[in-house]
């Protein structure tokens, strides 16, 4: 390589050619720098990974290291390294940074010349397969591109878990990329090269994105190599492209390996309930909103594998649309409810499973260790014990449960050729001996007793040589830079015989060898050679058997990941007093006493639970009341008892009826975007336009405070307009809000009904609760009708303002209502159409505004 570009690569200083180790280092890093352009290449010197020039530099930055310099005579660069024994934790932080990593390592002994080194790992944040760099989670790699519309593949690697979706909308693309909390992702040229695109996806979706290779030629091709025909479920070039791409950067990352993917599923999102992005945010379904906060997927996680855990994320990603499907998995939970006998013994069996999904997709790479194949084989082990705990009289024939009975194949033959072939507890890499059991491989049983029959002449030869010198003293040892020896005191050395040879001497005593000695200890270092190069070939063909039971392996994975979903699932049920939801046609939801499965496990327990009735003639409900008393917390109930009846779960409730809602919609709290400049109310609108235009007769809508972040008129008037486009859509609607002048739209609005969340004015500051402190009480349940007020002075003094200003606005908030009542009385009149009167009506009329204004109560 020219000097200038060794410079160029190394940011060196000098003149002078390379030293060959440096030129192996530069030659290497474009080799990578070509497949991954900003990958940090780690090459290993002896003990320590070394990086030069930029790459030192990025290094030293991102991982805390001392920078120094590799010089030779005529040229210098920098230099920063980390000790081999500690990769896995610099890597960790590395990928964590959204950095690649290719590894060099020495490939051979290092000897009088240049040491050979080969690129043995490319790890990136969406491809990594090793446990140590991985969550229990599934780790996704997507690649986005577009035709009509916009495509979506995802890849698994760890699992070979392979999906592609298609989209219209750029936001339903952004939903599902969201939920599914791909860690890396690939975007097309027409993507990538969109500046406003590019930066609108870089704030949404804070992870490394990749160039990879979208040709629509390679693509088919890396499509075919994995699968061995073109799917006739990619019916579009952007379909085509986005699984090709996907395909090619995980071959490139797993150096061709890619015989974990064996299957590709196009799903459908609308074949699901849609839970955007905004929606699952606000329920709190993955993600909590404050750091120390509790999920609903932390409630439900139960489960006792890394497989039913990620199997439980999927469900709650895609609730069911399907009747049957949804019925059939409440029968499953109902029944290891009701037993719960085989609900522990299926819960224990499970405790002792390992990821089975992920040791078949290491065993299918050819990459599984030993301890990982003992560990396929204790999991499938079990297989067995479940089916047969699934046979009882519990699991009636026909249902969930006898059809995971079925899929828990036992796999017998592969079990008996691993115990047959590994020893009990094997080592973790195959080159550390005492791999294969004995009595498995003849040849080298064959070679293992030899070397055997020389460590016996060695464990004699002390002895012997005691008897013939007559030193009783005598030892005969090993270390790693003598190899065997016979050691001598030195009150003994007079007594050496001629045909010992002296190899070492030390203070009080001097070592020896003899011709003979040397022979057998040449002989034992070549048989254990031997062996274990024979181990590991009998392991490696042990290992490339197993993969063709990966098909079969991964439908028990699947089989045990759903089994432990529905165990955990009805272990909540169980434990937490849920009741199974029913699911009705007639489109009503109908809650009995319901609670909020988060605040009533962060409260323990203590939960005021309420009543919910949605249904054909009233569909809209108008929520007021204090802040603080709990409207939120209601409207997340519900929609929470609709999610967990179409994830198939029992509910947190005396009683429930539930329709299958073809989406939840919520606008929930304030945020804003202040990389994308869009304030609060922006962000907020932005939702609700989503909102507006996606609901349906068939939606849960829950909206809360809508309006709230322009000026009160305003606000008022958007609103007001929001729920009236909702109610005409008759979407069942949860709407809470402090603009008490909705509240006349239930005369106006039939199917609208007003609630409030009940509170009151209490004298006896401090006394009767831990509910009730300065002035106010709050007994969170609601109740028909409107608040008469929004309580606001008095929350604001139970927050700690200071008395003169909670004094002073109670009296401006009197004036304010004053002036408030003036407006209203104005508003009513401008409504009027005084031509449609008559006398009678319009004495009515003022006779109501007079009691008004009297503080007196409409007539009944």
Request: net charge negative.
């Amino acid at each position: 390589m020219p000097v200038a570009a060794a410079q160029s690569v190394l940011k060196g200083t000098g003149s002078g050619a390379l030293p060959p180790m440096l030129e192996q280092y530069v030659t290497m890093r474009d080799e990578v720098a070509a497949q991954l352009p900003h990958a940090i290449l780690l090459f290993q010197v002896g003990d320590f990974y070394e990086t030069f020039g930029e790459d030192a530099e990025r290094a030293a930055r991102l991982l805390g290291l001392a920078l120094t310099h590799k010089s030779s005579k005529d040229f210098s660069t920098p230099m920063a390294g980390i000790p081999v024994r500690t990769l896995d934790s610099f890597v960790e932080k590395l990928l964590a940074a959204g950095v690649c990593v290719a590894v060099a390592d020495q490939v051979e002994e290092p000897g009088a010349g240049l040491v050979e080194r080969k690129v043995t790992q490319l790890l990136t944040p969406g491809t990594v397969t090793e446990e140590r760099h991985l969550s229990a989670d599934e780790n996704f790699l997507a690649a986005v591109a577009t035709g009509d519309g916009y495509a979506l593949s995802l890849l698994d690697v760890s699992t070979g878990e392979f999906r592609c979706a298609a989209f219209h909308t750029r936001s339903a693309l952004y939903d599902e990329l969201a939920r599914h909390r791909a860690r890396e992702v690939l975007l097309a040229p027409e993507l990538a090269g969109n500046a406003a695109l590019l930066s609108d996806f870089q704030g949404r979706f804070p992870v490394m994105l990749s160039p990879a290779n979208f040709d629509e030629a390679a693509s088919e091709a890396e499509v075919r190599a994995a699968l061995g025909e073109l799917p006739g479920t990619l019916t579009s070039a952007a379909l085509l492209r986005a699984c090709g791409a996907v395909l090619g950067y995980a071959r490139l990352t797993q150096q061709g390996r890619l015989d974990m993917v064996r299957r590709l599923v196009r799903y459908e999102p609308g074949a699901h309930m849609r839970l955007p992005d905004a929606a699952a945010r606000a329920l709190e379904v993955f993600q909590a909103q404050s750091p120390q906060g509790v999920t609903l997927m932390d409630v439900l996680c139960e489960t006792r594998t890394a497989g039913g855990r990620r199997r439980l994320r999927a469900w709650l990603r895609a609730p069911l649309l399907d009747e049957l499907s949804i019925r059939a998995r409440l029968d499953a939970v109902e029944q290891l409810t009701r037993a719960p006998d085989l609900r522990s013994g299926v819960r224990a069996l499970l405790y002792r499973a390992h990821d089975l999904e992920r040791l078949s997709a290491r065993v299918a790479t050819t990459r599984a260790t030993p301890r990982e194949v003992a560990s396929l084989a204790r999991t499938l082990e079990l297989l067995p014990e479940a089916a047969a705990l699934l046979g009882g009289p519990d699991t009636p024939a026909g249902g969930l449960l006898s059809g995971i009975r079925a899929r828990l194949s036992g796999l017998p033959d592969v079990v008996t050729r691993i115990r047959a072939a590994l020893v009990d507890d094997p080592p973790l890499r195959v080159g550390d001996g005492g791999l294969i059991r004995e009595g498995f491989h003849a040849e080298l049983d064959a070679l293992r007793a030899e070397a055997l029959g020389h460590r016996a002449w060695m464990a004699e030869l002390e002895t012997r040589e005691r008897e013939r010198t007559g030193i009783a003293a005598l030892k005969v040892g090993f270390n790693n830079v003598f190899g065997y020896y016979l050691e001598v005191t030195t009150p003994h050395l007079g007594k050496v015989p001629p045909d010992y040879r002296q190899v070492a001497t030390l203070k009080d005593r001097a070592r020896f060898t003899r011709p003979d000695l040397r022979e057998r200890e040449r002989e034992i270092a070549r048989l254990d050679a031997a062996a274990g190069r024979l181990e590991g070939e009998v392991f490696t063909g042990l290992r490339a058997s197993l993969g063709a039971h990966t098909e079969a392996l991964l439908e028990a994975a699947g089989a045990l990941a759903d089994l432990d979903v529905l165990s955990a699932l009805s272990e909540i049920a169980a434990e937490r007093g849920w009741v199974r939801p029913v699911t009705v046609a007639d489109g009503a939801a109908r809650l009995t006493q319901a609670r909020h499965p988060v605040v009533e496990r962060a409260a323990g327990g203590r939960f005021v639970p309420n009543d919910a009735l949605l249904d054909a003639t009233r569909f809209s409900l108008l929520l007021t009341g204090p802040n603080m008393a709990g409207k939120s917390t209601y409207l997340r109930t519900v929609a929470l008892c609709a999610l967990l009846h179409q994830v198939g779960s029992f509910v947190p409730a005396d009683a429930a009826e539930l329709p299958v809602y073809d989406a939840i919609h919520t606008r929930i709290g304030a945020s804003d975007d202040l990389a994308g400049g869009r304030s609060t109310f922006m962000v907020e609108m932005s939702e609700l336009a989503a909102i507006l235009h996606g609901a349906t007769h068939r939606s849960l809508v829950i909206l809360d405070e809508v309006g709230r972040g322009t000026s009160t008129l305003d606000g008022l008037a958007i609103a007001q307009a929001a729920l009236e486009h909702l109610h005409a859509t008759r979407a069942h609607t949860l709407f809470a809000t402090h603009y008490f002048e909705l509240t006349r739209l239930e005369a106006e609005l039939p199917g609208l009904l007003n609630l409030h969340v009940a509170a009151e004015e209490d004298a006896s500051s401090g006394e009767g609760g831990s509910d009730r402190g300065g002035g106010l009480t709050f007994y969170h349940q609601v109740v028909p009708g409107a608040a008469r007020q929004s309580y606001g002075v008095e929350v604001a003094r139970l927050a700690g303002l200071p008395a003169p200003v909670t004094q002073r606005a109670a009296r401006l908030l009197t004036a304010l209502n004053a002036q408030g009542d003036d407006r209203a009385l104005l508003r009513e009149l401008a409504t009027l159409d005084l031509s449609r009167l008559t006398p009678l009506q319009a004495l009515e009329v003022l006779h109501g505004w007079q009691r008004g204004l009297l503080g007196q109560a409409p007539d009944a």
